[in-house]
C-alpha cells in the first residue's frame, strides 16, 4: 500500500511538474507580447510628444493672433482719434465760415 501511494504520489509531483513549467514556445510568446507592448509604448510617447509640440505651434500661432488683433485695434483707435480731430476742425471752420458769412450779409 505504501509503494502505490509512493508511486502515485510520485506521478502527481511529475505530472504537476511537467505541467507547471513553461515551454520554450511559451517563453517565446510572452518575450514576443513584451517587446509588442514595448513598440506601442513607443509609439504612444511619439504620438504624445508629436500632439504636445503641434499644441505648443498652435499656442505660438494664437499669440501671434492676439497680437495682430491687438495691434489693428491700436491703429484703428488712432483712425478714429484722427478722425473725430478732423470732424472737429471740419466744424470749426464750418462755424468760422457761418460767422463770416451772416457778417458779409449785414453788410
Known amino acids: 500500500m505504501k509503494k502505490v501511494f509512493l508511486v502515485i504520489t510520485t506521478m502527481l509531483v511529475l505530472a ?16 514576443a507580447r513584451e517587446k509588442a507592448m514595448a513598440v506601442k509604448a513607443d509609439q504612444a510617447a511619439q ?5 504636445k509640440m503641434a499644441a505648443d505651434e498652435a499656442i ?3 499669440n ?3 497680437e495682430r488683433a491687438e495691434e489693428a485695434e491700436k491703429r484703428a483707435n488712432e483712425r478714429e482719434a484722427l478722425a473725430a480731430e478732423k470732424e472737429r476742425m471740419a466744424e ?8 463770416k458769412f451772416q457778417k458779409s450779409m449785414k453788410k
Open 16 to 31: 504537476v511538474a511537467v505541467g507547471g513549467c513553461a515551454t520554450k514556445g511559451d517563453l517565446e510568446a510572452v518575450e
Open 47 to 51: 504620438d504624445a510628444e508629436e500632439a
Open 60 to 62: 505660438l500661432k494664437a
Open 64 to 66: 501671434d493672433a492676439v
Open 92 to 99: 470749426e471752420k464750418a462755424k468760422e465760415a457761418e460767422i
